[in-house]
């Protein structure tokens, strides 16, 4: 096994309800192949089962095991710091699930954590109570911090957007699990076996997938099918290590050309720099 991939979702695979073009073929062309592969998303509302649904329903036969949501990484990573925990989750099945298969109690009063996802029915009193939590000791946790998410109508508020009334709310600042978190990007990888220098990024978003992949030390692919412009590249103080129009540019060799794509470095295991991580993942 020379390469396995992680893939970002919304933008890089479809768009909405709408396939992307070419996307299928690429990964038919992975299972082909026998190529470990990986769908990461950071939205929390579906479980796995039902994000493999989703893509069956646009023609893209995957497996539970090859989705790894934001909210799995969420409550894997709790459970490991306290196996006893009790959280009260602010967020919709796919969180809710996780956090029960991984043993936690959800409970509306006295949490050791208050966790935040995505979802349609929060309430300002949901809110309210999530801040008295966190001003009597609770946790605070993000599975991710992007500020919106994309609809068929536009964006809608994200769960980073809960984050910040808060935070800005209580003063205290939630710990992030998903991308571009070193937390998630490393277990993705772990969980498909892969060494630092075999590991592929594909993303549509520089500040989430793309910073996640360089932190990593992971080879990092940008799709431009998704939010991100070319000429939106010089605005970053990092760059991805291949550009490409979309997934169906990968059909061919391009993705396992060492003269496109170099292989890392195969003895550097390590990720990136954490701080400089943080200070960008703070802005």
């Given amino acids: ?8 979702m919304d933008g890089v695979i479809y768009r909405s309800h709408d396939l992307i073009p070419g996307a299928d073929r690429f990964v038919k062309m992975l299972k082909d192949r026998d190529i470990p592969f990986l769908f990461l998303t950071n939205n929390s509302q579906r479980t796995r089962r039902d994000v493999a649904t989703k893509l069956s329903r646009m ?11 934001c909210a799995i990484a969420t409550a894997r990573f709790l459970a490991l710091q306290n196996s006893r925990a ?3 989750v602010i967020g919709e099945g796919g969180l809710l699930n996780a956090m029960h298969r991984h043993g936690f109690s959800i409970v509306d009063h006295d949490p050791d954590y208050v966790v935040v996802g995505e979802g349609r029915a929060f309430t300002l009193e949901m809110l309210e109570k999530a801040v008295h939590m966190i001003m009597n000791g609770a946790k ?3 599975t991710n911090l992007d500020p919106s998410c994309p609809t068929d109508r536009g964006i809608r508020p994200g769960c980073g957007a809960a984050i910040a009334y808060l935070e800005t709310t209580t003063g205290k600042k939630a710990f992030s699990v998903g991308k571009p978190s070193p937390v998630m990007m490393r277990a ?3 969980q498909l076996g892969l060494s630092t220098s075999q590991t592929v990024m594909i993303g549509d978003t ?3 997938d793309i910073l996640g992949g360089v932190q990593m030390g992971y080879r990092t692919v940008l799709v431009l099918s998704g939010g991100t412009r070319r000429e939106d590249l010089a605005g970053y103080a990092f760059r991805p290590d291949l550009v490409v129009n979309s997934v169906a ?3 061919d060799d391009a993705l396992f050309n060492h003269d496109i794509l170099p292989p890392g470095d195969p003895q550097d295991d390590t ?3 954490l701080e400089a991580w943080r200070l960008a993942n703070a802005k």
Avoid: P, S, W
């Fill in 188 to 190: 993705a990888r772990k």
């Fill in 59 to 69: 023609g893209i036969e995957v497996e539970e095991k090859h989705v790894f949501t």
């Fill in 1 to 8: 096994m020379n390469v396995g991939v992680l893939i970002d």
């Fill in 140 to 142: 605070l946790i993000a």
């Fill in 271 to 273: 990720v990136g720099d």
């Fill in 249 to 251: 540019d990968l059909c």
């Fill in 86 to 88: 009790t959280a009260y």
């Fill in 206 to 208: 520089m500040e989430t």
